[in-house]
């Protein structure tokens, strides 16, 4: 509760920060604020389920950590925007406050007890994504992607709110508890407008989280929006999205388990698929970048298929090791494709990578890792991810998942390592790339805990 | 004891291999050589230290645990050491001679371009080495076991460039291999039987079966399958003579000293277990006969300095094995102790010779070298009467006491242990009589080169002949007026195994008179070996015979050990090299057909996939709508 009071404050504060005339005020604010909400999100540390805003609103340990997942991603992303100087037409105080007002969003998303909290959870989320995809104003490929994203989001959100409505229609409520009580005395004999109200629901959510057949926005959305917004989009919503599905399934349809897994498991393949197989053929490493967000929310969806007491941490730490390791990523193809700029060429392939060892011995180490850990190499935060997703699919059963799952990661292995390749292998001739030091320092950090959770994926059980 | 003290000793050399083995372009030569020997010698210290305290506190055996390391399901690994007799005296020896083997290497390695590499695998081994023995189970064991095997690899293997060597190399690390997969399977066997591979746990349980337990009898043949590859025993030691390309401290260290005798070390740690298996024990007396029979007339016509000593060390060690399948097990270790001093100091001698000679390893190229070396000529002629068994030197105490054990089991096993330490004082002498006795036969430049070793490398030899004089009296038989210190020192380790067969360690039978004979004609056979050695190599003066000239049938036999050799190479190398290849054809074809095949079959796939990514919207929300109404429609209506 407290991160979205403050947040919402200090988002105003941020953007009368951008009357004053120096800039250079606005990214260490932007960065206290975020600090400060992190700060204030453990307050309501173990003390068990509370519920604020007339219950409409409920807090306990998993939201909070959830929440602390959000906030420490986009504290990274934060820091790589670097007060966004070097754009001349950019307006850092409207990002940072849109930025910050997002994070209420997905906070609402996290937390929320009642649909109606998680309808304008997902409107502020998306409303600010929509704004800072199109927020590369001269670039035809950025507005397009504004205006795309915006079309099929709102066509996403009249579905969700259709499927709200009959929920409401069908229970009579729009509170998950009472929803979850009516569903347990009706059994399996609820009425059909229940069942197409929470497909419809449904739907709308796995929109947001890329998952097929509602995918076709993310490829054209993440590639057209500025890179830094990319990585917002695909770490920030997608771990908040993963959340509200979770809690939506497992607080209040878990008895009618049998009749919704099905097609959940259908669409879990299909992603798995189409996240993976599509991503072998891109050149543009932002583009795979994207399918392979669609991947991630595969596995992340085997998790939730199963529900299984395993999911509740399995998708925690998956998403805490999927947003560093795409952060990390995303990071150093900023760098590059920056460089490759400045030397008149703008180029987010496979091939701006080439000879990135040879005079960036850090970015190639940093990316190295971090597409090993996409990949689920062993020794990395990745690998205990999809352990523990897999090991959630194990206890109830869905070996036939499995075996899709972990082919798609062999396939996964192909399009991680073609960047590692290029960056170690083949012959390039990108200079000596000038990292600022706070960049640098959440490269590394970034990194650091990828190796770390990936030997002893004990401490984040521990940080719980 | 404190658990500090205990992981210090490990923790030097492993600090020192970790300073010389990172900085070793940058460390100047002179450094290198006083760290690395710096953290053998602490290493040492700390270990007299602890057996101080041992001694101090009633020598009551603990295990101290270090951390949790491994916890599966029932089965937990701690990693600790386990601190007793056993541990202590190979502790003694590895960080004793292994520190006057830094020290000697100092002066040995000083030209080499490898100096800090030198030493940081020395170092390393060292580490690997007290691992070994100071854990206190089986797993810890065997990581200290492949990390020895690692580090013999890459010594022998030092001088890299020459193809030959890499092949010796790689020849022991194979050969260690075959034997290692014994031990594990061994240890998976006690896992499974014992549920755990603590010593302690496992024998404790291990006392309540009886006597010839089948799957006892199968642990300890796996157990001791992984002694004969690292302890060279037949069919597995072929590779110890090859690994003479190493340089000679390897060999004096790793080779003679502490690491061939882990199989000894393992067998008597694990005495409880072999103890109910006598059929196993069976077996490793006739290995170590055969094998020290085998090897000692190898030995006989070898012309290499090292490769002499080499067969003679695994002679040595088919001694300690057949003492071991006695269930002579304090005999067997004060072999190993004495045979640790007289053996290093042989090694360390002909090191001294061959730098003297400038790499020449050729006796048939040496002699008269007494004068030029004086210090190198008399330790190594302690160390010759020391391996000879000739008194009251150290070899005539361990090896006469396994020869009286072998007596007592069964009197075949003397006869032929006595027929063995005859040759072994015939080749040793005449290898004695070949180097230093009669004119010098190299060339002339070699002959005006020829010197004395500088001090670091003739002290650690006196320390060593000093040793090899009297440390046999460590052990002096009731029947020669002692107390038999070593064997009162290690018997508490043995309550376990006279649990279960009482009667194997019952107090000897023979009488004394009868062990005066035994000594009395041990003796004279080695005296009389020497004096036919001396006969024929200074009397007559004769020469072994050039590579070129023809053999007599049986000579060429032996001077070609046998053809093991070429007997493996037919029966094992070829056929794996032949199906190796059918494989790989196979492998080539089906293989990668299937493979690319999926590759491609995912590439064209994905290209037709991409398809659907048009990049229009309304094809977009198109295929969205299609995707709900099949949705609604299967969960709504077929349902």
Redesign the interface.
């Known amino acids: 509760m407290y991160p979205i009071v403050l947040l919402s404050v200090l988002g105003i504060v941020v953007l009368f920060l951008g009357f004053m005339k120096s800039k250079s005020v606005l990214l260490p604010a932007t960065l206290l604020f975020l600090v400060l909400a992190l700060a204030s999100n453990f307050i309501d540390w173990n003390q068990g389920k509370v519920l604020y805003f007339y219950e409409m609103l409920a807090v306990n340990n998993l939201t909070l950590a959830f929440n602390a997942i959000v906030l420490v991603s986009a504290f990274m992303i934060v820091a790589m925007t670097r007060g966004f100087q070097d754009q001349e037409e950019a307006q850092p105080a409207e990002y940072y406050g849109i930025m910050l007002f997002s994070l209420v969003g997905a906070f609402m998303i996290i937390g929320y007890e009642h649909l109606i909290m998680l309808f304008v959870g997902i409107e502020i989320l998306s409303v600010s994504m929509y704004i800072l995809t199109g927020s590369d104003k001269s670039n035809l490929r950025s507005n397009e992607a504004a205006l795309k994203y915006f079309l099929m989001g709102a066509f996403a959100t009249g579905i969700m709110l259709f499927g709200i409505a009959l929920l409401y229609g069908a229970t009579g409520s729009f509170n998950l508890t009472d929803i979850q009580s009516y569903v347990s005395i009706q059994g399996r004999g609820v009425s059909y407008i229940l069942y197409a109200g929470l497909l419809l629901l449904l739907i709308g959510m796995l929109f947001k989280v890329s998952a097929a057949p509602f995918h076709f926005w993310t490829p054209d959305v993440y590639d057209g929006a500025p890179t830094i917004f990319t990585t917002f989009m695909s770490t920030i919503v997608k771990t908040a999205g993963f959340a509200a599905i979770f809690r939506l399934l497992s607080h209040s349809f878990t008895p009618i388990y049998s009749f919704w897994w099905i097609t959940l498991a259908a669409i879990t393949v299909l992603t798995l698929l189409v996240g993976n197989i599509i991503a072998v053929y891109q050149n543009s490493f932002k583009r795979m970048l994207a399918y392979s967000s669609i991947s991630h929310a595969g596995y992340l969806l085997i998790a939730v298929t199963s529900l299984s007491p395993q999911t509740e941490n399995a998708i925690l730490f998956y998403s805490l090791a999927y947003s560093i390791a795409t952060i990390s990523a995303f990071g150093v193809l900023m760098l590059v494709s920056k460089k490759k700029a400045l030397e008149g060429q703008v180029d987010e392939s496979y091939a701006a990578f080439n000879g990135l060892a040879a005079q960036n011995p850090l970015l190639a180490f940093v990316l190295a890792v971090s597409m090993l850990s996409l990949a689920g190499i062993p020794l990395t935060a990745g690998f205990w991810g999809k352990f523990f997703v897999f090991g959630s699919a194990v206890e109830r059963g869905l070996v036939w998942m499995l075996v899709v799952a972990v082919l798609m990661s062999a396939v996964g292995i192909y399009y991680y390592f073609r960047a590692i390749i290029a960056a170690y292998l083949k012959e390039g001739d990108i200079g000596k790339i000038r990292i600022a030091p706070f960049y640098r320092i959440i490269l590394v950090v970034a990194t650091a805990m990828t190796i770390l959770f990936g030997l002893a994926p004990g401490i984040f059980e521990k940080l719980l | 004891m404190s658990a500090s003290l205990l992981v210090l000793i490990p923790l030097l050399p492993l600090i020192g291999f970790l300073i010389n083995g990172i900085g070793f372009r940058r460390i100047p030569r002179g450094a290198v050589g006083i760290i690395g020997s710096l953290a053998a010698l602490g290493s040492f210290a700390v270990s007299v230290v602890v057996l101080m305290a041992f001694k101090e506190a009633g020598s009551t055996p603990q295990v101290v645990s270090l951390f949790d390391w491994i916890s599966v399901g029932e089965l937990s690994i701690p990693f600790s050491f386990q601190i007793d007799q056993l541990s202590l005296l190979m502790l003694m020896i590895v960080t004793g001679v292994g520190s006057l083997i830094h020290v000697y290497s100092a002066g040995y390695m000083k030209e080499d371009e490898g100096f800090g590499k030198f030493f940081a695998f020395l170092n390393l081994f060292l580490f690997f080495m007290l691992l070994l023995v100071m854990g206190s189970n089986y797993v810890i064991m065997f990581i200290g076991w492949e990390g020895v095997g690692l580090c013999s690899y890459l010594l022998i293997g030092f001088w890299n460039k020459n193809t030959d060597y890499n092949n010796a190399a790689r020849k022991a690390f194979i050969m260690n291999r075959i034997g290692d997969l014994g031990f594990l399977l061994g240890i998976f066997t006690i896992i499974g039987t014992f549920g755990s591979v603590e010593f302690t746990e496992v024998f404790r349980q291990a006392t309540g079966l009886p006597v010839g337990d089948p799957v006892v009898v199968v642990i300890t043949l796996l157990l001791f399958v992984g002694a004969t590859g690292k302890s060279a025993q037949i069919p597995l030691f072929t590779w110890l003579p090859d690994a003479m390309a190493g340089p000679t401290p390897v060999s004096a260290l790793i080779h003679a000293a502490t690491m061939v005798t882990a199989g000894i070390y393992m067998v008597i740690r694990s005495n409880v277990l072999f103890t109910l298996a006598p059929a196993t024990l069976e077996v490793v007396a006739i290995i170590g006969t055969a094998t020290a029979l085998l090897a000692a007339s190898i030995g006989l016509l070898q012309n290499d300095i090292k490769k002499v000593l080499a067969y003679s060390t695994v002679s040595q060690l088919g001694y300690m094995f057949l003492a071991l399948g006695v269930m002579a097990y304090s005999a067997s270790m004060f072999h190993v102790i004495t045979h640790a001093f007289f053996k290093a100091l042989l090694f360390l001698g002909a090191g001294s010779v061959i730098h003297a000679m400038s790499g020449e390893q050729d006796i048939r190229f040496m002699g008269g070298l007494r004068k030029k070396l004086p210090i190198t000529f008399i330790t190594f002629l302690i160390g010759t009467i020391a391996i000879a068994g000739i008194p009251p030197f150290a070899g005539f105490f361990s090896k006469d006491e396994i020869l009286a054990h072998a007596f007592e089991h069964n009197k075949v096993l003397w006869v032929l242990g006595l027929l063995g330490s005859i040759m072994t004082s015939f080749y040793m002498f005449r290898l004695l009589f070949l180097t230093f006795f009669g004119s010098f036969r190299g060339t002339h430049e070699q002959a005006h080169h020829l010197h004395e070793s500088p001090t670091s490398m003739t002290l650690p030899l006196i320390v060593l002949a000093v040793f090899s004089a009297l440390g046999g009296f460590m052990g002096v038989p009731e029947v020669l007026g002692g107390t038999h210190q070593l064997a009162t020192f290690m018997s508490p380790l043995y309550e376990g195994a006279r649990q279960v067969n009482p009667a194997a360690f019952a107090a000897t039978t023979l009488s004394h008179s009868e062990e005066y004979l035994l000594m009395g004609i041990s003796v004279v056979a080695a005296l009389v070996a020497a004096l036919a050695a001396y006969v024929v190599y200074v009397r007559r003066d004769s020469v072994p015979a050039p590579e070129t000239q023809e053999r007599p049938a049986l000579q060429r036999v032996i001077y070609h050990k046998y053809y093991i050799d070429e007997l493996y190479d037919a029966v094992f190398v070829k056929p794996i090299r032949t199906l190796s290849a059918l494989l790989f054809s196979f492998g080539e074809f089906f293989i990668d057909l299937v493979v690319n095949g999926t590759?491609t079959l995912?590439?064209v796939?994905?290209?037709q996939?991409?398809r659907?990514?048009t990049?229009s919207?309304g094809y977009?929300?198109f295929?969205?709508v299609?995707?709900?109404v099949l949705?609604?429609f299967?969960?709504?209506l077929l349902r």
Do not use: D, F, H
Request: net charge positive; charged share 10%; hydrophobic share 50%.
């Open positions: 590759g995912v590439k796939l994905s290209g996939l991409r659907t990514q990049g919207t977009y929300i295929a969205m299609v995707g709900i949705i609604l299967w969960n709504l």
